[in-house]
């Protein structure tokens, strides 16, 4: 996508770094570049070299490390919760199991026991509201608080396996691989508000007509994006979801990782080859694919019963059903919308 996204990625990797340090004073960020160095490790953990030498930081521990931290000790499991909290912290700007109510007025240390261990609740847990904030869901800017409903389908869903079904049980969780993947992904997915001009994730999951900016409320009017998602080649012709989709609009790219199935994004496409650009077709309303590479593409409109050919230079319409297939062993990409 035609966008600075350095910020961004630095948030990114803030949101990665180990949860048994405290980090606010051991990280150098250079937010042009997107380049960070880790200072004053001297709590770092390497199994079966250096091992662990503190619990945690309470409101990132996992609940069973809160509850007994003898019987259960840091480890990798008690770590995914932590790296969850730590990545939502970032991207919601709060901590997801932060407690409201208190559970013991004489004691802090009890009362934040308690809150992040044995009453543990996500703040956005469907049936129990009792850490839920008042203002959840609105605008950012008009004094609101954000969802995890704004971040990615795979953010969600992750959030949920760990917050929801892995709150208590830790084999649960997913790994820091799935929420590497799933953050990489996130980046196709931005969209930059006409109004307060920040990139938020394009809300496609919601109808047209109520897509909305997290921050300032601003309704997403046209011209919308193109929505298109992404498969993975397998056997005998056949391919699979990859749970991955591309946003595009006018003057957006696309590089050479979208395509390759072996490949997530990379931390920077700064030498990332490009492979097409996205025009708008004022008269017609429709974004344009053109082809900016030598490998001859193939598309099938849902209006055209035969196959196109899309040599370099040539442009495909993103119209909703459209198929388009960049070569042999590459993905192929759907138009939804």
């Known amino acids: 996508m035609l966008i600075d996204n350095s910020s961004i990625q630095i948030s990114l990797i803030i949101a990665l770094l180990p949860s048994v340090c405290d980090y606010s004073d051991r990280l150098l960020a250079n937010i042009h570049s997107g380049e960070a160095v880790l200072i004053d490790l001297d709590s770092l953990v390497v199994p ?15 609940p069973e490390v809160v509850i007994d931290p003898i019987k259960n000790p840091p480890n990798e499991r008690s770590d995914r919760y932590a790296l969850a909290v730590n990545i939502l912290y970032t991207l919601l700007f709060r901590n997801p199991m932060q407690f409201l109510k208190t559970y013991d007025a004489t004691s802090t240390e009890n009362d934040d026991k308690l809150g992040f261990g044995r009453e543990a609740i996500f703040s956005e847990h469907p049936t129990d509201h009792r850490n839920r904030p008042s203002n959840l869901g609105k605008p950012l800017f008009n004094g609101g608080t954000l969802s995890y409903h704004m971040l990615t389908l795979p953010i969600q869903r992750l959030t949920e396996q760990t917050l929801f079904s892995g709150l208590f ?19 196709d997915e931005l969209w930059q508000c006409s109004k307060c001009k920040l990139h938020f994730i ?14 300032c409320g601003n309704h997403i009017a046209p011209n919308l994006p193109s929505l298109l998602r992404l498969y993975d080649p397998r056997h005998n012709g056949q391919y699979s979801f990859t749970s991955r989709s591309i946003v595009l609009s006018k003057g957006w790219l696309i590089y050479e990782d979208a395509v390759d199935p072996k490949r997530n994004p990379p931390i920077s496409r700064k030498t990332e080859p490009k492979i097409g650009h996205v025009e708008w077709d004022e008269k017609r309303k429709i974004n344009f694919l053109i082809n900016g590479e030598n490998n001859v593409w193939r598309a099938r409109m849902t209006d055209h019963e035969s196959t196109l050919s899309v040599p370099r230079g040539g442009s495909v319409a993103l119209t909703s059903g459209t198929i388009i297939k960049f070569g042999e062993g590459r993905r192929i990409f759907v138009v939804a919308e």
Do not use: Q
């Open 169 to 187: 049980s830790p084999d649960k969780r997913p790994s820091a691989r799935e929420w590497s993947s799933a953050l990489s992904w996130a980046i």
């Open 48 to 62: 079966g070299f250096l091992p662990v030498k503190v619990t945690g930081t309470m409101g990132f521990m996992a």
């Open 202 to 215: 394009y809300p496609h999951w919601i109808k047209t007509n109520k897509r909305t900016c997290p921050f």
